[in-house]
């Protein structure tokens, strides 16, 4: 099933349209406690459906620790308790742990109830609301345990993101900023030259850029739904910023994900350069735009083994011992299933540290 996207600053007339369209028995509204505070009076303003005294909330906590087995009961719990029925409707008003979650919980209840994503992290928008997968995180593992299943249609607005923290905002850029390398140069220009740390107070420039990253994660995602070739391409950046992320955990302090994903596409675009000609330009533009917004990600030739040990960890990997990387000839020409040898992953992480002058 294709899902609905929809583009639009005007959230509230948008969603009961589609409920009037839909007409479930009943609604339901999943948050967190930030979510709650900051999107929901604004629908409840703007939107009969949210405004309705019959619209049942769940409210579970924040954050991908509770993206788990635990909460997902709490979700069960309160659709069973309700009698939510096979036509029922759960709206995922979160970043991407409430679309994930909700997702979930919805496309397993009675083998799937109806369900509307409105994404409010950037994050959510750009990635994790979109591709119609859906996920918890188990026995430790992350993403364990999940569907394939396009919710009936999603919201995409940016007049939710400025309460999230830079933190958040940057983090999402990140995959924009991988989204556009997977597109064109133009792309690219768009995003190096807006300046999301301190954005232009009208919200649809955002909303524009917004809807171009979601183009392209849809154009991958049509071809390729289920994860066989090109939808790997959207791994971009992300085998060395797995190991990033896993070398800060290490050191006892976390990075956000997308932080690393930018870091991680800098090595990717050296390995690029040196394997697939991609342009040295463009490499050093975003090795800047990355230092300028994103600050450094510190290392030393004695993290080279560990950074290669999480890196041979990576489940994207098909055969033991040979690190799977997708690389680039130039913005938009992807090489998929790159295997470089250690020294040339060494040799990449020598590079990366002079550019960005550790
Ligand atoms: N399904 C997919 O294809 C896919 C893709 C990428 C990521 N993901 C998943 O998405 C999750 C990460 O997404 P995320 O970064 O959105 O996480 P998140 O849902 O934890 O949101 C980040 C934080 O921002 C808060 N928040 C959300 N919207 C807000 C707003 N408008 N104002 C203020 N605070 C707000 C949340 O409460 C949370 O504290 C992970 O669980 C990851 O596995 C899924
Ligand atoms: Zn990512």
Known sequence: MQQQLIFTNQVGETLDQLVTDINPSSVFVLVDPNTAQFVLPVLQADS??????????????????????????????????????????????????????????????????HTINIPTSLL????????????????????????????????????????LTIQETLSGYGEMIKHALLSSEQTLNDLLNYSIKNPPSDPDR????VKESVSVKENIVAQDPTEQNLRRSLNLGHTVGHAFEALALKRHS??????????????????????????????????????????????????????????????????PDLINFTLLRAPGDIVLDVTPSHDNITAALDIYRDIMGI
């Open 206 to 209: 955002l909303l524009a850029l």
């Open 254 to 319: 976390p990075i956000p994900h997308g932080y690393a994903v930018v870091w991680g596409i800098i090595v990717e675009c050296i390995l690029s350069n040196m394997l697939e000609g991609f342009n040295s330009e463009i490499l050093y533009r975003l090795a800047t735009y990355a230092k300028d917004e994103y600050g450094i990600f510190d290392i030393t030739c004695d993290d080279y083994p560990d950074l290669l040990q999480f890196m041979s960890q990576d489940k994207k990997n098909i055969l």
């Open 48 to 113: 009969k459906v949210i405004a309705a005294e019959t619209s049942s909330v769940i409210q579970i906590p924040a954050g991908d620790i509770h993206k788990d087995l635990d909460t997902l009961r709490t979700i069960w719990q309160h659709l069973s308790d309700h009698q939510a029925s096979r036509s029922a409707l759960l709206i995922n008003i979160g970043g991407g742990v409430i679309t994930d979650m909700g997702g979930f919980a919805a496309s397993t209840f009675k083998r799937g109830i």
């Open 124 to 163: 959510g928008a750009v990635d994790a609301a979109v591709g119609g997968k859906t996920a918890i995180n188990f026995n430790g593992i992350k993403n364990q345990i999940g569907t394939f299943a396009p919710a009936d249609a999603v919201i995409i607005s940016s007049i939710f993101f400025p309460t």
